[in-house]
DNA sequence: TCGAAAACTTGACGCAGATCAAAGAGGGAG
DNA sequence: CTCCCTCTTTGATCTGCGTCAAGTTTTCGA
């Protein structure tokens, strides 16, 4: 069995608390999610759900990655979203799934029963406000990807994809040293994420890492030596280049 | 100048009363948006704000069709959204636009300023519930035009257009004649939310009349022939064949 | 009504990235 | 340790769509 209910940890000392869903929630709230709230734990490569597949709960990633993935009927994939920890899993007024979703590593979920959830939604504005800014940052994310999809090159589709991991992974940069970053995904389900093939996204890996760009401690570990190059190669508007 | 101020109709009397932000509203939340709305019109072409601006407003779709596009440095434009009558422009707790958008045909928006539609929005729960309702709507919009634009071939997206086009305009079939319908973008725009060029759009057309699928009037109005043959053509799965 | 620009169609050709193929590199089970 | 399986890299070739180009149709202003 791929699903292992793990124990509980505190609201209080949970890693994500300020900035999932329950990033607005005051004590008194917090209490009463505290009550109903519940772990399941995926081990990387197992599904969480399939399309069509109705989901009893809703919930943040509170470790791991997850991916959300279409399927053609010939098999050609793509995926439409990445979460990773605070990102929330389900829609809240729709049990039935329009993708699968996929542990990428092993992943950890803090779960809510839809029910429940939804009423709480109902009545807690400092939880439906959260959902609706969630949603939209969401939906942002989606529109930036529409870009990368659309129009741009294979090289630009491969950069954006390293920026958004180090963006994301969001470490204090203590020192100039570079930073050690984790790939958490496979070249296929790279590729699936960027609408390329697996070649394509190993041969421009390969690119970047001979052009001084980055450099591969093993497959899944790298550093950014030169996030001015790397943002330039990402066919992203100028300024943001300093990204920390 | 582009924008005119059109003349006051009664919520009761909107053609988007009961598929818009307002839909679940009760006649005195209906009679708080009557006070406080206004309506705004742009002609074809004309744009209603810049990547960067700040819109003082949101609103609703009334009539026509605008479009929300990201333009990369060097021209390359990818469109991101298709605002048809009662869909939302504008995201509540951020002002500024994150893309450029353009009245395709002429337009008219009901709006809200933006700070009223705010307290609205955090005191009215059938406001915020059908907010977050469009807004993961609309997401699941954006993942299925993620595929499209990751994965689906010149065909299967021209096609995939036309069906999208076909189903909102959702007029009732009375009989088994074929329908009129409307292309309500250029070649150009068409392309630049389908991830191709100009060209390649135009050829996809000529090959979905020359098999018969659909057909022109003139430029912009067409019929579908065979919707079966159209969704085959899409890449879509199997079933919802029938879409009346 | 006419002229010119904008929108569209169609053809010829080239290339970025897909496909096909083969060989290395980890990593876990026994 | 070593075998085997999965993941990854790299090379050779192919192809769908982009690019460039020319011609046609429609629209619209004067």
Same mark, same amino acid.
């Given at each position: 069995?791929?699903?292992?209910?793990?124990?509980?940890?505190?609201?209080?000392?949970?890693?994500?608390?300020?900035?999932?869903?329950?990033?607005?929630?005051?004590?008194?709230?917090?209490?009463?999610?505290?009550?109903?709230?519940?772990?399941?734990?995926?081990?990387?490569?197992?599904?969480?759900?399939? %399309? +069509?597949?109705?989901?009893?709960? /809703? =919930? $943040?990633?509170?470790?791991?990655?997850?991916? #959300?993935?279409?399927?053609?009927? !010939?098999?050609?994939?793509?995926?439409?979203?990445?979460?990773?920890?605070?990102?929330?899993?389900?829609?809240?007024?729709?049990?039935?799934?329009?993708?699968?979703?996929?542990?990428?590593?092993?992943?950890?979920?803090?779960?809510?029963? %839809? +029910?429940?959830?939804?009423?709480? /939604? =109902? $009545?807690?504005?400092?939880?439906?406000?959260? #959902?609706?800014?969630?949603?939209? !940052?969401?939906?942002?994310?989606?529109?930036?990807?529409?870009?990368?999809?659309?129009?741009?090159?294979?090289?630009?589709?491969?950069?954006?994809?390293?920026?958004?991991?180090?963006?994301?992974?969001?470490?204090?940069?203590?020192?100039?040293?570079?930073?050690?970053?984790?790939?958490?995904?496979?070249?296929?389900?790279?590729?699936?994420? #960027?609408?390329?093939?697996?070649?394509?996204?190993?041969?421009?890996?390969?690119?970047?890492?001979?052009?001084?760009?980055?450099?591969?401690?093993?497959?899944?570990?790298?550093?950014?030596?030169?996030?001015?190059?790397?943002?330039?190669?990402?066919?992203?508007?100028?300024?943001?280049?300093?990204?920390?």
């Amino acid at each position: 069995m791929n699903v292992v209910l793990t124990e509980r940890i505190k609201c209080n000392d949970c890693p994500i608390r300020h900035r999932a869903i329950c990033s607005s929630c005051d004590e008194t709230e917090l209490d009463t999610l505290e009550k109903v709230k519940y772990y399941k734990s995926f081990t990387a490569g197992s599904p969480i759900g399939y %399309r +069509g597949d109705s989901l009893g709960f /809703v =919930g $943040s990633v509170v470790k791991g990655v997850a991916t #959300l993935e279409k399927t053609m009927e !010939d098999g050609r994939t793509q995926t439409v979203g990445l979460l990773l920890p605070s990102d929330f899993l389900g829609r809240p007024g729709r049990s039935t799934l329009d993708y699968d979703v996929t542990a990428s590593t092993d992943v950890t979920l803090c779960c809510f029963e %839809r +029910g429940p959830f939804e009423d709480l /939604v =109902g $009545s807690t504005p400092n939880i439906s406000s959260r #959902l609706i800014e969630m949603a939209l !940052d969401e939906l942002d994310a989606a529109r930036d990807w529409m870009l990368l999809l659309g129009r741009k090159t294979a090289e630009e589709r491969v950069a954006s994809f390293i920026e958004m991991i180090a963006r994301r992974s969001h470490i204090e940069n203590t020192d100039d040293q570079p930073i050690k970053l984790v790939l958490p995904l496979t070249r296929e389900s790279i590729a699936n994420y #960027l609408g390329l093939t697996l070649e394509t996204v190993s041969r421009q890996l390969s690119r970047l890492k001979s052009k001084g760009i980055i450099r591969f401690l093993d497959r899944r570990h790298f550093e950014v030596l030169d996030y001015q190059a790397l943002h330039a190669s990402s066919g992203d508007d100028a300024d943001g280049g300093m990204i920390f």
